[in-house]
C-alpha cells in the first residue's frame, strides 16, 4: 500500500489560532484524502484532493495536493473548539482501499 | 436513509472465542471495507470487497475471514479471537463519489 507520514502528531493551540498538518510519502499519490475523527467518534470524510497543485477551500479549512503529489497539507484559519479531533490524510487505492496516515490529534484551548 | 450501521457497539471476548461483527448499508454502494484502529496508529484496513461475492486482504488480515453475499452487507468473523484483536472496529462503503461513509464503530476487548 502507499505509505503516508504526517506530521505533527499532536498540536494544542488556542482558539483564534491557526493550525497546519501535513501529510507526505515517498512515492506518487494519484489522490489523496482527508477525514477528520471527533474524540469517540468514526472518521467523516472532509475532501478528495486528484490533480497536481491542487488547493481547495471549505470555510476555514484550505487544503493543498503538493505539486509532484508525493504531499499534502490540511490548514485551518482561526481555529474554533468545534475543529477538535484528529485529521487523518488517505491516499485511495484503485478499489476504494485507504492508507491512513497516523493522524494529527488538534487540541483547542478556549 | 440509515447509513452505514454496525453491531454490537461493545463486545467483550474470552481468547479462543469466535464472533461475527455485522455490517450494513442501504446505499447500494458496491465498495466495502473493514479497517481496525488502535491508539497513536490510525486506521489499518484488515478486509476489502469491489462487489458481491468479491472480496480481497487489506494489511492487517490474519485471524479475521470476510465475505459478501448481498451488496448491502459485509460481515467480519474473527475465527478466534486473541487479545492483540482488541481494538475498534469501523466498517466503511463507497460509492460513485469516493467519499468512504464510516460506521459508528464496535469496540471490542478481548481477555
Known amino acids: 500500500g502507499q505509505q503516508v507520514m504526517q506530521i505533527p502528531q499532536y498540536q494544542h493551540v488556542q482558539e483564534g489560532e491557526d493550525f497546519t498538518t501535513y501529510c507526505n510519502s515517498s512515492?506518487?499519490?494519484?489522490?489523496i484524502q482527508w477525514y477528520k475523527q471527533r474524540p469517540g467518534g468514526h472518521p467523516v470524510f472532509l475532501i478528495q484532493?486528484?490533480?497536481?497543485?491542487e488547493v481547495k477551500k471549505q470555510k476555514r479549512l484550505t487544503f493543498q495536493f503538493g505539486e509532484a503529489k508525493k504531499n499534502s497539507s490540511l490548514h485551518i484559519t482561526a481555529t474554533q473548539t468545534t475543529d477538535v479531533g484528529t485529521y487523518f490524510c488517505?491516499?485511495?487505492?484503485?478499489?476504494?482501499?485507504?492508507?491512513f496516515g497516523s493522524g494529527t490529534q488538534l487540541t483547542v484551548l478556549p | 436513509n440509515a447509513g452505514v450501521t454496525q453491531t454490537p457497539k461493545f463486545q467483550v471476548l474470552k481468547t479462543g472465542q469466535s464472533m461475527t461483527l455485522q455490517c450494513a448499508q442501504d446505499?447500494?454502494?458496491?465498495?466495502m471495507s473493514w479497517y481496525r484502529q488502535d491508539p497513536g496508529m490510525g486506521l489499518r484496513l484488515i478486509h476489502y470487497?469491489?462487489?458481491?461475492?468479491?472480496?480481497d486482504q487489506g494489511e492487517v488480515p490474519n485471524g479475521y475471514n470476510v465475505s459478501r453475499s448481498t451488496t448491502e452487507d459485509f460481515p467480519l468473523r474473527l475465527l478466534s479471537a486473541a487479545p492483540s484483536q482488541t481494538s475498534v472496529y469501523f466498517c466503511?462503503?463507497?460509492?460513485?463519489?469516493?467519499?468512504?461513509?464510516f460506521g459508528p464503530g464496535t469496540r471490542l476487548t478481548v481477555t
Open positions: 466503511a462503503s463507497s460509492g460513485f463519489t469516493y467519499e468512504q461513509y
Open positions: 512515492t506518487t499519490l494519484s489522490n
Open positions: 484532493l486528484v490533480k497536481s497543485g
Open positions: 488517505a491516499p485511495s487505492g484503485s478499489a476504494r482501499q485507504l492508507t
Open positions: 446505499m447500494n454502494h458496491e465498495y
Open positions: 470487497s469491489v462487489g458481491a461475492g468479491i472480496t
